[in-house]
């Protein structure tokens, strides 16, 4: 929490290794999922039947939700809930001042993905030197792995590189089924994949990363350890730059939802996109916590019992509001709006007409949530202090 902050778009040292490793051809531990054929076409190769990364799945942080997707391609997959629990992200509520949509993205301030790695079992690397970068790309592609990028295809969000021809290379990104590429005719590549047009995309030094390199995996108890760290971590996060975090990012949020009915329109698909996100955050975190309740026993289990149910209930508190079909609407396809509509004329509401007392009872579910999420904090140090004892 000591570093100096950051301009946008630069990472943190550790996201790029000052030594790069050479790739680890036929690496030991690494076990492809045989359902996911590698094919070659166009003088490349690619990586068939990668599923569509989609908003409103309950997968809706990017970076946790592409890294899921390799997992699984990789055959040895790790639940979304499992990777927001252990990087912390469950706990997490970053919100910049001017309500940007990438203010979910958790590289605009800390990230342990040191416990990512013990997580799945790889360390996820970067390369410095752009022609090794695009030379490694490809070998991976060849051997099926995936590549974690952001901003390969639209705005910066974290997305996936599946494979690659003479001219470019392609794959998934959030915003295939969503606004604003659902609504562009672009040119499908082999497989049924996109071009990503904006190759190697954002920071491709820190963020274009390889899982070519194998470690050792941690004890879930270990890792839930940390994971209860960094729930007080991230809540105590302190402000970088215009990026705002725990009580403070809450509270911005409840200053918006209190503007004026002829104000409301401008930020409203922002607004309902952080909604989704904090819900989508606060239920992970309860799927997690849940499970890893088997690990432990007595006074413990029942504090941890109790935690992942506060969690749970400021999701479900979100939801009594604004249902969740309603909360990823910034991103909405022209299928979505009419459905919307369509819910509109039975009653529903659509992200332009948030009623403001829809906004009023989101607030007051936020100011709730704010006390809900202080007992937590208590809980979970007095958890960590028996944990030592």
């Known amino acids: 929490m000591r570093e100096p902050i950051k301009k946008p778009g630069q990472a943190p040292e550790s996201y790029s290794p000052k030594d790069m490793p050479e790739i680890l051809k036929l690496a030991e531990g690494i076990h492809l999922n045989k359902k996911y054929e590698v094919k070659t076409a166009n003088g490349g190769s690619y990586i068939d039947g990668v599923p569509p990364l989609e908003w409103g799945k309950w997968r809706d942080n990017t970076y946790c939700g592409c890294i899921a997707a390799v997992t699984e391609i990789l055959g040895d997959p790790v639940s979304y809930e499992t990777l927001m629990g252990v990087s912390g992200i469950c706990y997490r509520i970053g919100i910049k001042t001017c309500l940007d949509p990438s203010s979910e993205i958790p590289q605009n301030g800390q990230v342990w993905d040191d416990q990512i790695h013990a997580a799945i079992g790889y360390e996820m690397v970067a390369i410095m030197d752009g022609r090794r970068r695009g030379k490694r790309v490809r070998e991976n592609l060849d051997a099926g792995r995936p590549v974690l990028g952001m901003g390969l295809f639209a705005d910066p969000e974290w997305e996936i590189l599946t494979g690659y021809d003479e001219n470019a290379f392609f794959g998934r990104s959030y915003f295939h089924t969503q606004t604003p590429l659902s609504r562009q005719p672009l040119p499908y590549m082999p497989g049924g994949y996109l071009r990503a047009e904006n190759y190697p995309g954002v920071h491709p030094r820190g963020f ?167 007992q937590i904090q208590g809980d979970v140090k007095e958890m960590l202090k028996d944990w030592e004892a």
Request: glycine content about 6%; charged content about 25%.
């Open 208 to 374: 274009l990363r390889f899982f070519d390199r194998p470690c050792e995996k941690a004890e879930p108890l270990q890792l839930l350890k940390k994971s209860l760290e960094l729930c007080l971590a991230y809540w105590n996060h302190e402000a970088r730059a215009d990026n705002r975090f725990g009580e403070a990012a809450y509270r911005l949020l409840m200053e918006k939802l209190a503007i004026s009915d002829s104000l409301w329109k401008e930020d409203c698909g922002c607004m309902h996109y952080h909604a989704g996100c904090l819900a989508d955050a606060r239920r992970a975190a309860s799927v997690y916590l849940r499970g890893a309740c088997a690990l432990l026993h007595g006074a413990q289990r029942e504090r941890l019992l109790k935690i992942a149910g506060a969690y749970r209930s400021i999701a479900d508190d979100i939801l009594s509001a604004t249902p969740y079909e309603l909360l990823n609407m910034a991103w909405a396809s022209q299928g979505e709006m009419a459905l919307q509509g369509e819910m509109a004329s039975h009653g529903g509401s659509t992200p332009e007409t948030w009623s403001s007392e829809t906004r009023q009872s989101l607030a007051a579910a936020l100011a709730r949530a704010v006390e809900t999420e202080k």
